[in-house]
């Protein structure tokens, strides 16, 4: 089993994974090794599982072999449809999945597509085969109803996201989200104990040191508010909060980066691990990001009803929990 390495690509030339590998791992490693260490969920980049072998690596980005295998990729059966009618869809996402596929790679086989689906390709596939066992239809015909995005969350966190069955319903739903008329919850598990308050800032694209994260000019970016109530202190000596944070607006790594800036990085966050240059040490050995889409509010399109979705966290994540309550 390899020990841990991590390397960061630079220049203009787009290796793939498996060249990248062999170039930058101690004692150049045959193709078959570097193989077995993808198809092992052994490599990840920025952070998050590679299983692709063709896939190609640009300026910046960071390549890490682990030294255990990462969680295995999700697949259709781990999204779960909490709601379908003739406007929306709402669906809860699983920790390690992409909500949409990038464009770029819009043009890859289904083969290829399915070594780690995305939400916007299982909901489709889930629905359609619902429809076709309802109708008798033969499953290899199944339709394909087709999805319009409205929003997206974090790939390592998991939780509730609703897709619009139309343009009408989707520009609909945006406006609400812009107009902050819809609500969106989550939990987040943090080290220590913080104040219930509401956190604005201006976020830029790069703080620094090549990630998102707040300035305080406030003459330039964009605005990014959070409000954040603690729901209960976990463990006897209150070594950790489970927080419920509140989006107003919906910046991208928004609760990420407020939580880190704080001195409070969310568990098993490996990105945002702090204030710029104050990395923090992750000491509870999460085996995922420990944030949560858990409450889901707007209103339909088409009946003006308001629609409100609540879903607790995982399994896994709630004997996690509970483990750090018991040991701490």
Same mark, same amino acid.
């Given at each position: 089993?390899?020990?841990?390495?991590?390397?960061?690509?630079?220049?203009?030339?787009?290796?793939?994974?498996?060249?990248?590998?062999?170039?930058?791992?101690?004692?150049?490693?045959?193709?078959?090794?570097?193989?077995?260490?993808?198809?092992?969920?052994?490599?990840?980049?920025?952070?998050?599982?590679?299983?692709?072998?063709?896939?190609?690596?640009?300026?910046?980005?960071?390549?890490?072999?682990?030294?255990?295998?990462?969680?295995?990729?999700?697949?259709?059966?781990?999204?779960?449809?909490?709601?379908?009618?003739?406007?929306?869809?709402?669906?809860?996402?699983?920790?390690?999945?992409?909500?949409?596929?990038?464009?770029?790679?819009?043009?890859?086989?289904?083969?290829?597509?399915?070594?780690?689906?995305?939400?916007?390709?299982?909901?489709?596939?889930?629905?359609?085969?619902?429809?076709?066992?309802?109708?008798?239809? %033969?499953?290899?015909?199944? @339709? +394909?109803?087709?999805?319009?995005?409205?929003?997206?969350? &974090?790939?390592?966190?998991? /939780?509730? #996201?609703?897709?619009?069955?139309?343009?009408?319903?989707?520009?609909?739903?945006?406006?609400?989200?812009?107009?902050?008329?819809?609500?969106?919850?989550?939990?987040?598990?943090?080290?220590?104990?913080?104040?219930?308050?509401?956190?604005?800032?201006?976020?830029?694209?790069?703080?620094?040191?090549?990630?998102?994260?707040?300035?305080?000019?406030?003459?330039?970016?964009?605005?990014?508010?959070?409000?954040?109530?603690?729901?209960?202190?976990?463990?006897?000596?209150?070594?950790?909060?489970?927080?419920?944070?509140?989006?107003?607006?919906?910046?991208? %790594?928004?609760?990420?980066? @407020? +939580?880190?800036?704080?001195?409070?990085?969310?568990?098993? &966050?490996?990105?945002?691990? /702090?204030? #710029?240059?104050?990395?923090?040490?992750?000491?509870?050995?999460?085996?995922?990001?420990?944030?949560?889409?858990?409450?889901?509010?707007?209103?339909?399109?088409?009946?003006?009803?308001?629609?409100?979705?609540?879903?607790?966290?995982?399994?896994?994540?709630?004997?996690?929990?509970?483990?750090?309550?018991?040991?701490?």
């Amino acid at each position: 089993m390899p020990n841990i390495h991590t390397f960061e690509i630079t220049g203009d030339e787009k290796p793939t994974v498996v060249s990248a590998l062999r170039q930058h791992l101690p004692d150049t490693p045959s193709w078959s090794t570097v193989k077995k260490l993808l198809r092992g969920r052994f490599v990840a980049i920025g952070g998050v599982l590679c299983v692709d072998e063709a896939r190609r690596l640009g300026d910046g980005e960071v390549i890490t072999v682990v030294d255990q295998p990462l969680p295995p990729v999700p697949t259709d059966k781990d999204v779960s449809i909490a709601h379908v009618d003739s406007e929306v869809v709402v669906a809860e996402k699983p920790s390690g999945m992409i909500t949409l596929r990038r464009k770029p790679d819009a043009h890859w086989s289904w083969a290829r597509k399915n070594r780690q689906p995305t939400l916007d390709e299982c909901v489709p596939r889930i629905i359609g085969s619902h429809a076709a066992n309802k109708k008798k239809e %033969n499953r290899n015909a199944v @339709h +394909l109803p087709r999805m319009f995005p409205i929003h997206r969350i &974090d790939r390592d966190s998991s /939780g509730l #996201l609703v897709f619009a069955r139309n343009k009408e319903a989707q520009t609909n739903i945006i406006h609400q989200f812009a107009q902050h008329d819809a609500v969106r919850k989550y939990f987040a598990l943090v080290p220590g104990t913080i104040e219930d308050q509401t956190v604005t800032s201006q976020f830029i694209r790069d703080r620094g040191d090549g990630l998102r994260g707040s300035t305080t000019d406030t003459s330039i970016g964009e605005q990014a508010v959070t409000h954040f109530r603690t729901i209960r202190k976990i463990g006897s000596k209150f070594l950790y909060s489970e927080l419920e944070c509140t989006l107003e607006t919906g910046r991208t %790594n928004q609760i990420r980066i @407020h +939580l880190a800036e704080l001195g409070h990085p969310i568990c098993g &966050d490996i990105k945002y691990r /702090g204030p #710029l240059g104050q990395p923090i040490e992750d000491k509870s050995r999460a085996r995922r990001l420990a944030l949560h889409a858990a409450e889901l509010k707007f209103v339909n399109p088409m009946t003006k009803k308001l629609m409100a979705f609540k879903t607790p966290w995982p399994k896994n994540m709630l004997k996690f929990i509970e483990k750090l309550n018991s040991s701490g």
